[in-house]
């Protein structure tokens, strides 16, 4: 059989960690683990749209069929959206983001399959509509936005369904832990748990400290990160998923550790730190380990740039 040389694009999107502690559903950080998407246009005549996944374990909830595998999903929300034709592609991915650990996943194969819409079909990417997009599948635009654009963002979603991000530089001295129970959390599971209703003092608690984090993190006062870091909205709820989980919240200071909150819905833990990066990281884990959860600790710095796209060709047969 003859090979034949055909355009394939390719996309990189990096894993993310959300609400940061107070920032529920608008702050949202970039972490350099990556998902990696090549679609190779089909021209032979009965060629089907497949995939093939590899990487982290539970990167085979990316499946096969079209119609189950997120990002030919999202690929083809952005062609219904608008108005074009998506050719037939086959998909290779490669993934080292847990799914279903809180580090963003699903919002990284959204963006992906958003973007590689637009690529295939021989159209700029626009990321006010990649961001609409995959927020609109997402339902929250924090781990998108970050996904996306890299860095440190700050997100809102206005009524008619636009969504605004705003970008900004994550400082280089925070060093970023994660740690990750052997457990899959579901997000519609983990949001199951939230209250439909809350205090107007818990509404205020969390405005002031999401407000501060950011102040804080522009004036270099990481002193004040761990107040910024508190939670009334969701993390208390959310402990009752995970094992282990109250006994971190309940660590004492240690030096170097600013502050600690669950990344995202959870399982993993995020922990911001300027040293003794080990130690926090091992503390962290032995609250998980003593419930036989087996956590792996990732130390990671912020990945200060989005989505990344390439064309080239390659030889099929």
């Known amino acids: 059989m003859t090979a034949s040389r055909q355009p394939s694009f ?10 940061m502690g107070a920032g529920f ?35 085979s909830a990316l499946p096969k069929d079209p119609d189950q595998n997120l990002i030919f999903r999202a690929m083809r929300l952005a062609a219904e959206r608008e108005g074009f034709d998506l050719p037939r592609v086959r998909l290779a991915v490669q993934n080292q983001i847990p799914v279903a650990g809180g580090l963003g ?3 990284a194969a959204a963006v992906a399959g958003v973007a590689l819409g637009y690529l295939v079909t021989g159209r700029p990417v626009p990321k006010d509509a990649v ?23 700050i997100t809102f979603t206005r009524p008619d369904g636009s969504v605004a991000a705003l970008r900004k530089r994550w400082p280089k001295v925070i060093r970023v832990i994660v ?44 002193d004040l990160i761990w107040d910024a870091m508190q939670d009334r909205l969701h993390q208390g709820q959310r402990q009752t998923l995970i094992p282990g989980l109250s006994e971190v919240f309940a660590l004492p200071r240690i ?18 730190a300027t040293e003794r990066i080990d130690e926090i990281g091992k503390a962290i884990a032995a609250c998980f380990g003593r419930h036989g ?10 990945a200060q740039e989005g989505l990344n796209s390439s064309q080239k060709y390659v030889s099929l047969t």
């Open 10 to 19: 390719e996309v990189r999107v990096p894993a993310s960690t959300a609400n």
């Open 25 to 59: 559903d608008c702050l949202g950080l970039a972490l350099e683990m990556y998902l990696s998407v090549r679609a190779t246009l089909l021209s032979q005549p009965g060629a089907r749209t497949r995939a093939r996944s590899s990487g982290v374990r539970g990167t």
């Open 105 to 107: 996943s699903s919002a």
């Open 131 to 153: 961001l609409r997009y995959a927020t609109e599948m997402e339902g929250h635009p924090d781990n998108v936005a970050a996904a996306l654009l890299g860095g440190f963002v």
């Open 179 to 222: 740690v990750t129970p052997d457990v899959e959390l579901e997000t519609k599971k983990s949001r199951a748990v939230l209250l439909p209703s809350i205090p107007r003092a818990d509404a205020v608690f969390n405005l002031q400290r999401s407000a501060l984090f950011v102040a804080a993190l522009e004036d270099r006062r990481y």
């Open 255 to 272: 030096p170097g550790l600013l502050g600690i909150a669950l990344s995202g819905a959870g399982p993993s833990v995020l922990a911001l």
């Open 293 to 302: 959860l087996s956590p792996m600790i990732r130390n990671l710095e912020a």
